[in-house]
């Protein structure tokens, strides 16, 4: 891969560039085609995106047309969107060949609310296949849409998944932002894995309507930008109600402004004892940890209080393979060139496995087969576990407590955050003196405080000197 000396225009994050283009003092044209060009130049080798628009450069051009009165917030911002997101008149694929032929003829709604914030469409993002819900053991960005997508810190390091292709995208300035879902750790775990910021919101903030699913009790859309404060301006966009998602329907939209002064006495509990961390999320976690003290937060040490009961009993997957299956079906019936039901993908998966089952279909076939009042008992005693372990006598204990936020080292800790659909947050974090590919740590806060989060996580980025860029 040919380094290249980015331009100017890629150094500014979402909230410089949307006020120079509303401005005038950049052009959303010069904007988009400084991008595509970028994009062009580094995907080859990168495989982070699947499908590029055709149409983003004359929506730029006409964007600039624009008196600066009707300008959005996000006026010429170059975005990328996850392929399980629908975008009118490309292809929504999910990662697999099967649905190369589906093109969606209208936006989901958070794609719609990014086209009249002023965002340009670059295109779609590569993704873990079927968000990594196809198998077990597949690698972290393959599809076989788009290919094996690479961690521009390193061909041999882990790019994260789901939303592998819009994490590596917005660390590799590919595009300004990016759209990820996750439905546990889809978005944070891209967001660590290539340095830069992944905010999984509140469950239901973020209209899933025209997302492929996997569980309709975890799955949600949301941001990977390069500051906290450009996933604050996004989420405000695309936050709302819409009428075919009930859980969106449930929650208010907050004032999603960054507060001054957020961190000075607030409480914060750091999780030091978690399993399995490496020596670089350690560090990474004591210097947040140190950092916190000197903003005047206050740090408790805690452990998350199911930790045991979770460490022995293990995760299960019943409560998505229950869900899997009924709600693909429902967004597979409306496809008119590809598989119309999870069947259907089984079988046309079976019929060419050189292309399309490279690492099998084992949680396919799992979720298919989950019907009966045995898998309903089963699934329903699930779900209740899930969340008496992670909300009643997990988070909501620890929030009781009086802290105002969360923090876990690296990502762990985002399969709790997932299951009790509360908002978290990849943090990037680099110590003094170290060098090398980027780690971090997981803020987590309690259900429809998104703002709160944003805001303390804003003043910790900044402090932090904002996010590295790899050397590409």
């Known amino acids: 891969m040919t380094l290249t000396t980015p331009d100017p225009i890629l150094d500014l994050d979402v909230c410089s560039?949307?006020?120079?283009?509303?401005?005038?003092d950049l052009t959303a044209s010069e904007v988009t085609r400084?991008?595509?060009?970028?994009l062009h130049a580094l995907n080859p080798h990168l495989h982070a995106v699947i499908t590029v628009n055709p149409d983003a450069q004359e929506s730029a051009d006409a964007l600039d047309t624009l008196p600066e009165a009707q300008r959005g917030p996000l006026h010429g911002?170059?975005?990328l969107i996850k392929d399980n997101i629908d975008v009118a008149g490309l292809p929504t694929s999910a990662g697999s060949r099967l649905l190369l032929g589906h093109v969606p003829a209208a936006d989901a709604p958070l794609t719609a609310r990014l086209r009249d914030a002023g965002a340009v469409i670059l295109g779609k993002a590569n993704m873990t296949e079927w968000a990594n819900f196809m198998t077990v053991g597949m690698s972290n960005g393959y599809s076989s849409a788009g290919g094996q997508t690479i961690n521009p810190w390193g061909d041999t390091l882990d790019t994260g998944g789901s939303s592998s292709g819009s994490g590596v995208a917005v660390a590799a300035r590919l595009c300004a932002a990016a759209i990820g879902t996750e439905?546990?750790?889809s978005i944070v775990s891209p967001a660590h894995q290539n340095g830069v910021i992944g905010l999984k919101p509140t469950l239901g903030l973020v209209p899933r309507t025209g997302v492929v699913p996997i569980s309709h009790s975890q799955d949600t859309a949301g941001p990977i930008t390069r500051s906290v404060r450009d996933a604050a301006l996004i989420l405000s966009v695309i936050a709302g109600p819409d009428l075919h998602d009930e859980a969106s329907r449930l929650l208010p939209v907050p004032d999603l402004r960054i507060r001054k002064a957020a961190l000075d006495g607030a409480h914060v509990g750091i999780i030091r004892d978690e399993p399995h961390v490496s020596p670089a999320e350690q560090a990474a976690l004591e210097h947040l940890s140190a950092l916190l003290t000197d903003l005047n937060a206050?740090?408790?040490?805690?452990?998350f209080p199911t930790r045991q009961e979770l460490n022995e009993s293990g995760w299960n997957l019943e409560v998505l393979e229950y869900e899997f299956r009924g709600d693909l079906n429902a967004y597979l019936a409306g496809v008119t060139h590809g598989p119309r039901s999870l069947q259907e993908v089984i079988d046309a998966n079976d019929r060419d496995p050189e292309h399309l089952l490279r690492y099998g279909q084992t949680l396919l076939h799992a979720a298919q087969g989950t019907r009966g009042d045995a898998s309903e008992t089963n699934y329903r005693r699930a779900r209740d576990r899930d969340l008496r372990l992670t909300r009643t006598r997990g988070f909501d204990q620890l929030f009781a407590g009086g802290l105002d936020l969360l923090i876990f080292p690296g990502i762990h800790g985002c399969a709790l955050a997932a299951k009790a659909g509360y908002p978290s947050l990849a943090l990037p974090?680099?110590?003094?003196?170290?060098?090398?590919?980027?780690?971090?740590a997981l803020l987590v806060a309690p259900a429809g405080q998104d703002s709160q989060l944003l805001s303390l996580a804003a003043h910790l980025n900044l402090e932090l000197g904002g996010v590295r860029f790899p050397p590409v």
Not at 34 to 38: G, P
Not at 298 to 303: A, E, K, L, N
């Open 17 to 24: 560039l949307a006020g120079a283009t509303r401005r005038g």
């Open 34 to 38: 400084t991008y595509l060009a970028r």
């Open 77 to 79: 911002v170059p975005v």
């Open 183 to 185: 439905t546990s750790g």
């Open 298 to 303: 206050v740090t408790h040490d805690r452990t």
């Open 429 to 440: 974090v680099t110590p003094p003196g170290t060098d090398g590919p980027p780690s971090g």
